[in-house]
């Protein structure tokens, strides 16, 4: 009969250090997402303003001499990431390939110009800073127009700043969430020991000697419940990567690093204040007070 108790009490056991690790896991995982989100939104949002291009159509007249050291200039400019000249026969194949049709044909002429696009930085992809370069381009005598989309820049300009801020509440928000949560399971995994608790210091043990091995098996748990998050954000970290190449997430090795690092710290100070609180609470209450 005591064989089958001992059984059961260890089974129970198990399972509420299986549920405590499990719901460490899946709040650090998420926690872990939302880090991940919000390191990598600056570099998310540089790459989608860099695919803005700056289009400069030149005149029939344009001389191949002023092109060229128009082109050259626009590689040494400092906002420049990469200028690619397009002749008009180019971009005639190109819009052949898209819209699957010669249309030169029924023309009977090319009306495109020849351009050069420009793919600019992203810290220059900005209303009044890309105003300002194709005013300066626009002023020369052999450029015809210069184009970009002014209303997805200024969309652009406008939303980052809200989305930045309402991250930034919405993370402190979760922040607190998490712990509650990872909190309100470390309380139940104490109070399945109150009686021992309570018989401990019944006997003459001090507060600090029976909170001691509550807070290093929970720290423990909490290493575990970070292990198993940081396995999690390291596949989606993986998948990411392999889906958008061009955001180079795998780069900022440091950065990762930091992210995992956060992520163990979290679990093993959210887990140790967690059970410092719910040991104490534990401690000061009276006997008759165990059975509520």
Do not use: C
Not at 111 to 118: F, M
Not at 175 to 190: E, F, G, K, T
């Amino acid at each position: 009969m005591a064989s089958k108790l001992e059984k059961y009490q260890k089974r129970r056991l198990i399972s509420s250090y299986f549920s405590v690790v499990l719901s460490i896991s899946l709040v650090l995982f998420l926690l872990g997402l939302l880090g991940l989100f919000v390191i990598n939104s600056n570099k998310i949002s540089n790459y989608f303003k860099e695919q803005i291009p700056l289009s400069i159509y030149l005149k029939d007249g344009a001389k191949e001499v002023e092109i060229e050291q128009l082109k050259q200039s626009l590689e040494m400019a400092e906002y420049t990431k990469s200028a690619t000249y397009v002749s008009k026969e180019e971009a005639a194949e190109k819009h052949i390939e898209t819209i699957g049709e010669d249309y030169l044909e029924f023309l009977g002429y090319n009306p495109l110009q020849n351009s050069i696009d420009v793919e600019i930085y992203a810290q220059y992809v900005t209303p009044v800073q890309l105003s300002e370069i194709a005013e300066e381009i626009g002023a020369k005598d052999f450029v015809e127009e210069v184009e970009y989309d002014e209303v997805l820049v200024a969309l652009f300009d406008k939303n980052i700043k809200v989305i930045s801020f309402w991250m930034m509440i919405f993370s402190g928000v979760f922040l607190v969430i998490a712990v509650l949560l990872i909190n309100s399971s470390i309380r139940l995994s104490v109070y399945a020991k109150r009686f021992t608790i309570k018989t401990m210091q019944m006997v003459g043990a001090t507060k600090g000697f029976i909170r001691r091995p509550f807070i290093w098996r929970s720290i423990r748990l909490g290493v575990l419940g970070a292990l198993v998050a940081m396995l999690g954000v390291a596949g989606v970290l993986f998948f990411l990567d392999r889906t958008w190449p061009q955001l180079e997430l795998l780069n900022d090795t440091i950065i990762i690093g930091a992210l995992f690092g956060f992520i163990l710290a979290m679990g093993i100070f959210i887990t140790w204040l967690s059970t410092y609180f719910a040991t104490q609470r534990f401690l000061n209450l009276r006997t008759n007070e165990l059975y509520y």
